[in-house]
Structure formats: C-alpha cells, structure tokens
Nanobody, 120 residues
Framework: QVQLVESGGGLVQVGGSLRLSCAASGNMTSINIMGWYRQPPGKQRELVASITSDGNTNYADSVKGRFAVSRNNAKNTMDLEMNSLKPEDTAVYYC??????????????WGQGTQVTVSA
C-alpha cells in the first residue's frame, strides 16, 4: 500500500505564493509519474502539473509561468511552488503518483487533498 500526504495549503491573497508538498510512503519499488491535480468548487478535477521520474514536466496552460513542480526521488517527495496566485486557483489540490510496489505490482495512489483559497 502506497500513501500520499499533502501539506502546505492555506489562504492567501491575490498575487501571493504558496508551496505545496507531497510525501509518498509505503512499500514502493519505484515511482513513475507524480502530479498535482485540483478540483475547484463545483467543477471537475483537472491536471495542474506532472513530473516524470527523470524530471520532465507538464503544466496546464492556466498555470504556466506561475507554478513550478519538482520532486526528490531519494525522499519520494514532490513540491508545487505556486506564485502570482489568482482567485481561480482556489481549489482542493490532490497529489497523484503511480509506479511499482512490492513484486513490481503497479500502483496508483491519491492523496486526501489540501485546500488552497485565494482571496480577491
């Protein structure tokens, strides 16, 4: 079983910054993709940013130039640096990871989410 725990959410003003962190734990052989998804109030969950094990990143158009995703493979952690925050960034942010667990069994894991609120 692989668990993901997010931290760093909170309430910020427009233009402010936050740094989210995700920590993976459990019996893992490797982590392939890690990413951040978000679900604004009343809307579908959407991809914010993802990062591969070798560091390749992908961002939603709405956050390009403002957010930066990074990961530490040795510590099994991932961060999301969020800058120039806008009210439309308000959402519950979820950590995602997939990879190989014990005996190379494929796993997909989601965190419980952390609330980010940007006040206008």
């Amino acid at each position: 079983q692989v668990q993901l725990v997010e931290s760093g959410g909170g309430l910020v003003q427009v233009g402010g910054s936050l740094r989210l962190s995700c920590a993976a734990s459990g019996n893992m052989t490797s982590i392939n993709i890690m990413g951040w998804y978000r679900q604004p109030p009343g809307k579908q969950r959407e991809l914010v940013a993802s990062i591969t094990s070798d560091g390749n990143t992908n961002y939603a158009d709405s956050v390009k130039g403002r957010f930066a995703v990074s990961r530490n493979n040795a510590k099994n952690t991932m961060d999301l640096e969020m800058n120039s925050l806008k009210p439309e960034d308000t959402a519950v942010y979820y950590c995602y990871a997939d990879g190989r667990a014990a005996w190379y069994r494929v796993f997909v894991s989601w965190g419980q989410g952390t609330q980010v609120t940007v006040s206008a």
